[in-house]
């Protein structure tokens, strides 16, 4: 298993991750995503810990805090062996309170993570989504107290647009408050838009990527083909309303291209889409999501081998799509002003 640097920090995570969405099975998403109990997790994490992935990601709204509460569980024993990243900010109960990130709430949700965890800290604390109520100031003062007392020992963001992130750090800088040093964002074949503003910061600003539904919320994991209907196991029948949309034209042109190339290589569809992550700029750890011992076994095998670079190009020109304004006149501008030679 290679190691990477998250962002700028001199924390190195490993760069494939698990997550912990499929445990639990409480609620429609959830329970489309899988209903893995504490047997089940504690042979996963075996499996994983085997192949050198030693970071486990969740969140508190996962299955209403069982998917912590399991992999607390699955872990007794082998905390020091390790990483564990959560997220809070979306709702996770009925008060007024209950939502945010604001000091009240993320006190509260850190402190209920830690006991459903079964840990005194979590290594990787990252904001499920940006609070655009709560003052900046309020939320980084608030995790800097956490970091001091040994609670958090790193913290990022999930789901901010570059002007969240950018901000962010900003005030970080201007009071010494800890930076966010990963981004959890959706990146994928069939999903691209991290690239146009979110990868530049990263590079610019040491955030790392850490990457969520790398196989396109299900649709890149070799089940899905033109002309056939949906698998019956396809977890797109009770989730697809949640996830990233894509056109059908858009997916096919993309599919494609991976099953030429997972024929070329002898690699699965899947293992050929996370590889591609892998080459990306600023893409510290992929956050891979197994139902069974058998899913996981195949992402894993996402590693230790590399796509070729022509490879690399015919899914880059098979899943480019024109980008959003003001990229491409960006792009534009710059094809139109090349450096002198």
């Not at 494939?16 to 997790?41: C, I, P």
């Not at 024993?77 to 939502?99: C, H, M, P, Y």
């Not at 009240?104 to 940006?130: C, M, N, P, W, Y």
């Not at 011992?293 to 899914?315: D, I, K, P, T, Y």
Request: net charge negative.
């Amino acid at each position: 298993m290679e190691y990477r640097r998250l962002g700028a920090s001199g924390l190195k995570v490993p760069v494939l991750s698990f997550g912990t969405g499929t445990f639990g099975g409480v609620g429609k998403l959830f329970s489309a995503w899988g209903d893995t109990d504490v047997a089940a997790a504690r042979r996963l994490v075996d499996i994983c810990l085997d192949a050198g992935l030693t970071l486990f990601d969740s969140a508190d709204v996962y299955s209403a805090g069982a998917a912590e509460s399991i992999l607390g569980e699955a872990i007794k024993g082998r905390r020091e062996q390790l990483l564990i990243s959560t997220k809070a900010t979306f709702r996770a109960g009925e008060g007024q309170n209950d939502v945010g990130s604001s000091r009240f709430h993320l006190i509260r949700s850190v402190e209920a993570a830690l006991k459903r965890l079964g840990t005194d800290r979590i290594d990787l604390f990252q904001l499920h989504g940006f609070d655009a109520v709560t003052p900046i100031e309020e939320v980084l003062s608030t995790l800097d107290d956490l970091v001091r007392a040994g609670k958090l020992r790193y913290v990022g963001c999930s789901n901010f647009s570059g002007w969240h992130l950018m901000k962010s750090l900003a005030v970080a800088d201007r009071y010494g408050y800890p930076r966010y040093v990963a981004h959890q964002a959706y990146y994928s074949l069939i999903g691209r838009d991290y690239e146009h503003e979110l990868m530049p910061l990263g590079i610019d600003q040491g955030v790392g990527a850490v990457v969520w539904s790398p196989l396109g919320w299900g649709r890149l994991t070799g089940k899905i083909h033109r002309g056939k209907p949906l698998p019956k196991d396809s977890r797109l029948h009770g989730s697809a309303e949640f996830g990233p949309p894509v056109s059908d034209d858009h997916l096919f042109r993309v599919l494609d291209a991976v099953e030429e190339i997972a024929r070329e290589t002898g690699k699965t569809v899947p293992q050929v889409a996370i590889n591609w992550l892998l080459q990306r700029p600023t893409v510290a750890t992929v956050v891979l999501g197994a139902r069974n011992e058998e899913q996981l076994e195949q992402n894993l095998g996402a590693v230790g081998w590399n796509l070729s670079a022509e490879q690399v190009a015919r899914l880059d020109a098979a899943s480019e799509q024109t980008p959003p304004y003001p990229y491409w006149h960006q792009r534009g501008f710059e094809e139109r002003n090349p450096p002198p030679v």
